[in-house]
């Protein structure tokens, strides 16, 4: 579902634990680590895509989890043109997200990467808040960067 702008409606899931650190995550078979992420299906409330995105990504479930607070507006990135299929190119421009923040209720051992037959993920650690804005792909740098800052004012609280 693309909208009439090129976007694709996502959510983005930031997990902290206790000590406000943030779930960081592999992507499988890749060097390219990041936020839980995923697509909002046609009819799916935000919420309702976060929750599903949570357990088909990590595993878990609503009870493991709080939510926080959540971004007010959408958040939007643009991929670049090489890493789009060429059918994409001239419809899809890229994603627009609302942001949730999470804190972990569950044990470390909930999480689990393979509840899919495709899993997004095949490794995952605990990182300081602000480090994944150094390790993100670039293109997707600055909408971090802005979840991040709008999401940290729920933790400070």
């Known amino acids: ?9 996502n959510v983005g899931i930031v997990i902290c634990n206790v000590e406000n650190q943030v779930f960081w995550a592999k992507r499988t078979q890749e060097n390219a680590w990041q936020f839980p992420q995923g697509g909002i299906q046609k009819g799916e409330a935000p919420e309702e895509a ?20 959540r ?12 890493w789009l ?9 890229g994603q627009k997200q609302i942001w949730y ?24 650690r605990w990182h300081d808040y602000w480090m994944p804005l150094n390790e993100v792909i ?15 004012l729920f933790i400070d609280n």
């Not at 995105?53 to 989890?65: D, F, R, T």
């Not at 909930?110 to 899993?119: A, E, G, S, V, Y």
């Open 1 to 9: 579902m693309i909208d009439k702008d090129g976007y694709r409606p």
């Open 50 to 69: 976060m929750y599903r995105e949570l357990m088909e990504e990590v595993g878990l479930k609503p009870h493991h989890v709080e939510i926080l607070g």
């Open 71 to 82: 971004t007010k507006d959408w958040l939007k990135y643009e991929v670049p043109s090489q």
């Open 85 to 93: 299929r060429r059918d994409f190119r001239g419809v899809y421009k």
């Open 101 to 124: 923040l999470l804190r972990m209720k569950g044990e470390d051992t909930d999480i689990f990467l393979r509840n899919t037959i495709k899993p997004e993920f095949d490794a995952w």
């Open 138 to 152: 670039e293109f997707k740098r600055d909408v971090y960067r802005l979840a991040l800052n709008e999401l940290r």
